[in-house]
């Protein structure tokens, strides 16, 4: 594991993601406080040709989706 700063990680991003995909996760600091893990994704992650965001048989925004939210929909809110 290795520790990095954000100015390194901006300065040298290309060589840390090489070694995230190698398999080495970095921990990404603020002032050499930990902040952020940056991890290999799993083997196999993004091999499906699904859309993000997407479930699985969904794929249209039905017009209701658009319509204005009423009082009755958010209670409290007032709108």
């Known amino acids: 594991m290795t520790n990095l700063n954000i100015h390194e990680a901006k300065t040298h991003l290309s ?17 050499n406080k930990p902040i952020a893990l940056i991890t290999p994704l799993p083997k ?7 859309p ?5 048989g969904f794929g249209e925004v039905l017009p209701e989706f ?7 929909d958010l209670p409290g809110l007032g709108l």
Do not use: H, N, P
């Open 52 to 56: 993000l965001g997407l479930a699985k």
């Open 15 to 31: 060589k840390y993601l090489a070694k995230v995909q190698e398999g080495e996760t970095i921990v990404l600091c603020k002032d």
């Open 44 to 50: 196999g992650y993004g091999s499906k040709k699904t």
């Open 66 to 72: 658009f319509e204005d939210l009423t009082e009755e």
